[in-house]
C-alpha cells in the first residue's frame, strides 16, 4: 500500500537510544532501529443510509394527480395509499365488467344447480297429468280390442293412435322434469363456463388499470421526498420521475467510499470508528463491500481518484446519539486494517525526502552519514524500513 498521509494511527515499536557513555550530543539523538507494529487505518467519508434501502415509488399510468394523503416525514405502512389520479372513468368500466361477470355467474348457477322448486313442482304436476292422460287413452284402446268382430277396425286404429300420443306427450313432459330438476346437458354448461372465464378475465383488466391510478408504499417507513402534488400532470412511464421516495429510517447503516487503490485492503469484519467535528460518533463493523469499483459520489476533495469501492458499515451509535443526523449525513469513517508486525521500523520523522528519494541518516562512530531506503508499510508515527539491518542506529529528528 502506498504511504499517505491519510494512513494513521498510533504505532509503538522498540527503538532502544544509544548508551550515555557517547559524549556527542549528536550521538546522543541516535536509536537504533527494531521491530514495531504498524496499526494502519483507511479514511474514508461515510454516509448514513437505510439499511434496507430506498423504495421509489413512480406512476404507473397516465393522468392527473386528483389527491396526495402524505406529506414528507410522514409514517405509512406497507399498502397505504399515498396519492391517486383522476379515476372515474375506469371505476365505471370495473362496475360495468363485474355486472357482466355476475350475470355470467348466476346464469352458469341456474345451469348446473336446477331450476326453482316452484318450477320443479310444474314439471312434475305436468309428468303426473300427461301420464293420467296416458293411462286413459291406452285403457281405451284395450277396451276397443276386447270387442272383437263388432269393433269397428278404424275406430280400434283411432284408439291406439290417441295411446301412442298421449305415451308420446309423457315421455316428453318426464324429459323436461329430468332437465329442470339436473340441469342443462353438458355443452351448454361448457359454454356457460367459458363465457364466465371470458367476463372473469375482463374484470381483471379493469382492476388492474384501477388499481394503477393508486399510490401505493410498497414498504413501512417514512415519506423522505414527495415531488407530486394536486392537480400535476404524470406520465405513467418507466422514466417517470419518481413521485415518492420511502425508507425505514429505524435501521440504518454507513455506506462508505474507499479509494480503488485501497479497495483490497478492506474485508468483513474490520473494526470502524466514525467521528466528525472532532468528535467520535460511534464504532462499527464492515458488513459487506461491492463486487465493482464505482465513481466517486461522496465528493472528497483531496482525492484524485473517481473510483472507489463501497463499503458498508453496521453502526453502534454513541449513547446519546448526538451526532446522527438525517439520511445523507456525511461523516469521518476510519477503518482499522490488520495490524503489521514489522521487523524493522523507523519513525516517521526520521525519514528525509528528497528529489522523490527517501533517506535515513545512519550513525558511525561520531559522524553520521545518509542513506537511501526503501520502504514498506506505515501508520501516523512508524514507517516500515527495507533494506536497513535491525541494529543498525539512525539519527532521530
Known amino acids: 500500500m502506498k504511504a499517505r498521509a491519510w494512513l494513521f494511527v498510533a504505532g509503538s515499536a522498540t527503538i532502544a537510544l544509544a548508551g550515555t557513555g557517547v559524549a556527542s550530543s549528536r550521538a546522543s539523538a541516535l536509536a537504533t532501529i527494531g521491530p514495531g507494529e504498524i496499526r494502519r487505518r483507511i479514511v474514508a467519508v461515510g454516509v448514513e443510509v437505510p439499511k434496507r434501502g430506498t ?40 362496475h360495468r365488467a363485474e355486472a357482466l361477470r355476475d350475470s355470467a355467474a348466476e346464469s352458469l348457477e341456474l345451469l348446473t344447480q336446477g331450476a326453482r322448486g316452484e318450477e320443479r313442482a310444474a314439471a312434475e304436476a ?17 277396451r276397443q280390442e276386447q270387442l272383437g268382430p263388432a269393433a269397428v277396425e278404424a275406430t280400434v286404429a283411432q284408439a291406439h293412435w290417441e295411446a301412442e300420443l298421449a305415451r308420446s306427450r309423457l315421455e316428453a313432459a318426464i324429459a323436461r322434469r329430468n332437465l329442470v330438476a339436473l340441469g342443462a346437458p353438458k355443452p351448454e354448461v361448457r359454454a356457460a363456463r367459458f363465457k364466465l372465464l371470458e367476463f372473469q378475465a375482463a374484470v381483471d383488466v379493469a382492476r388492474d388499470t384501477f388499481q394503477r391510478t393508486r399510490l401505493v408504499s410498497p414498504i413501512a417507513g417514512t ?41 483490497g485492503l478492506v474485508a468483513a469484519g474490520q473494526h470502524v470508528r466514525v467521528g466528525g467535528g472532532g468528535e467520535v460518533h460511534g464504532t462499527g463493523i464492515v458488513t459487506r463491500m461491492s463486487d465493482v ?12 481518484e473517481l473510483y472507489v469501492r463501497n463499503v458498508w458499515v453496521d453502526m453502534n451509535w454513541s449513547e446519546p446519539s448526538s451526532g446522527r443526523g438525517p439520511i445523507g449525513k456525511k461523516y469521518d469513517v476510519e477503518i482499522e486494517l490488520p495490524t503489521i508486525h514489522a521487523p524493522a521500523v523507523v519513525p516517521r520523522s526520521a525519514i528525509a525526502v528528497r528529489d522523490g528519494s527517501t533517506s535515513i541518516a545512519v550513525g558511525e562512530g561520531m559522524w553520521t552519514r545518509t542513506v537511501e531506503v526503501k520502504l514498506g508499510a506505515t501508520d501516523e508515527h512508524l514507517v516500515q524500513i527495507l533494506n536497513v539491518p535491525i541494529g543498525t542506529r539512525f539519527r532521530t529528528r
Open 55 to 94: 423504495a421509489l415509488v413512480r406512476a404507473q399510468t397516465s393522468g392527473i394527480v386528483r389527491a396526495v394523503f402524505v406529506t414528507e416525514g410522514a409514517p405509512v405502512k406497507e399498502g397505504q395509499i399515498l396519492a391517486t389520479l383522476e379515476d372515474g372513468a375506469l371505476l365505471a368500466e370495473l
Open 293 to 304: 469499483l464505482e465513481r466517486r459520489t461522496n465528493g472528497r476533495a483531496n482525492s484524485p
Open 223 to 263: 415519506i423522505l421526498t414527495l415531488r407530486i402534488h394536486e392537480g400535476d400532470s404524470v406520465i405513467g412511464s418507466g422514466g417517470d420521475p419518481v413521485a415518492f421516495e420511502v425508507a425505514n429510517l429505524t435501521d440504518t447503516e454507513l455506506r462508505c467510499e474507499v479509494d480503488a487503490d485501497d479497495a
Open 126 to 142: 305436468e309428468v303426473d297429468a300427461t301420464r293420467a292422460q296416458w293411462k286413459l287413452a291406452d285403457d281405451r284402446a284395450q
